[in-house]
């Protein structure tokens, strides 16, 4: 038996000659740098690492990865990626798209490969708006928001890409922002390491067109309020000095005070796997709800353990093959219905 060795990789080899060609100061830098960082972590052979885009800014991603990548058109990278995946189990596969790429024109796609649950990792950057055609507000543009394509107020309701992926009954859901850079890694290394579709939400900012559109979550002064970084098995605190939790009044939250006399004991213990919880949280900013405005949640929010779809095509076509034999290709295209034409 001859022992393989894997090449041992930095995040330089993952680097390529193209120049990166987004507008400087986007968020996609940070993104792709932490990308670069994480890669020689995971121990994959870059041959066996492929990045799949749709259209959009993000989408140029796979040109500055050095492993293989597919460049595909409006919002079909998910559906690209799960033939890849369905006839090559063995590679990593990486989706990266945008709100728009995703959830307009891939939307159909986006919640189909949720709901079948191959191993891929989903890469949303969401920025709230449409970057690469200058500015038009994108299915996660908030009501009103005024643009060049709603210039009196868009009227639309926004999609909340998790609460949507929930509902596509995703296996794993997770949230971080751009400039979170330790958080974002771990997002991903996260990502990587659950067996089934992983949707990982990455606040991303577009300075040009929808420029600190999170930076309340991102800026030190306002993240202590208006963050929680939520942990498995951790109580949900967050506040300056951790001095606010959130605790559960039967299914409704509650903010309380840890200064003033609540107990840490009684808070909302996070739970990956709990469904429940997590259609509670993924809706914690949304008025609509009824739930109140709450900090929003980053880190993983759920996580279960469930068959993988190609693990169960494979499967299929062994049993088939077995029982019938590989069959033939020309009698198959020829079917049992023929005509001869004089």
């Known amino acids: 038996m001859t022992d393989i060795t894997i090449e041992k990789l930095s995040a330089k080899d993952f680097e390529t000659d193209q120049e990166v060609r987004w ?4 968020g996609d830098f940070a993104i792709l740098k932490q ?13 066996n690492i492929v990045f799949v885009s749709g259209i959009g800014c993000s989408s140029r991603f796979p040109y500055y990865m ?3 990548g597919i460049h595909s058109i409006h919002g079909r990278a998910t559906a690209l990626a799960s033939g890849l995946k369905i006839s090559r189990p063995d590679l990593s596969v990486w989706i990266v798209t945008g709100d728009g790429d995703a959830l307009s024109i ?7 490969l949720l709901r079948r649950n191959l191993d891929v990792n989903i890469l949303l950057f969401n920025n709230q ?7 038009q507000y994108s299915p996660t543009s908030e009501q009103h928001k005024v643009t060049k394509s709603t210039p009196v107020g868009s009227v639309d309701h926004p999609f909340n890409p998790l609460a949507v992926a929930l509902g596509a009954d995703a296996t794993f859901i997770a949230r971080t922002l751009d400039k979170e850079a330790r958080h974002l890694q771990k997002m991903l290394e996260r990502s990587h390491e659950h067996k089934g579709t992983s949707l990982l939400e990455i606040y991303q900012n577009c300075n040009i067109f929808n420029d600190n559109a ?9 993240q202590k309020t208006q963050a929680i970084f939520v ?6 605190v967050f506040g300056d000095k951790d001095s606010l939790g959130i605790k559960l009044d039967g299914h409704k939250p509650i903010v309380v ?4 006399g609540a107990s840490k004991d009684d808070l909302w213990i996070h739970d990956e796997t709990d469904l429940l919880k997590a259609q509670i949280m993924v809706r914690f900013f949304e008025s609509k709800s009824n739930i109140g405005n709450f900090p929003r949640p980053l880190g993983v929010i759920y996580a279960e353990k469930r068959e993988l779809y190609e693990q169960n095509v494979q499967a299929q076509i062994i049993d088939e093959t077995a029982s019938k034999g590989l069959g033939n290709l020309n009698q198959l295209l020829q079917g049992k219905q023929t005509w001869q034409v004089n």
């Open 23 to 26: 507008c400087p100061s986007c």
């Open 35 to 47: 990308t670069q960082m994480v890669m020689p972590r995971l121990g994959i052979p870059r041959e």
């Open 66 to 68: 050095n492993t293989y």
């Open 106 to 112: 891939g939307g159909n796609h986006l919640i189909h």
């Open 129 to 135: 708006i449409y970057g690469l055609t200058k500015g």
């Open 214 to 222: 999170f930076d309340v979550f991102g800026n030190k002064a306002s």
């Open 231 to 236: 942990e498995h098995g951790q109580p949900l």
């Open 257 to 260: 005070n840890l200064e003033e």
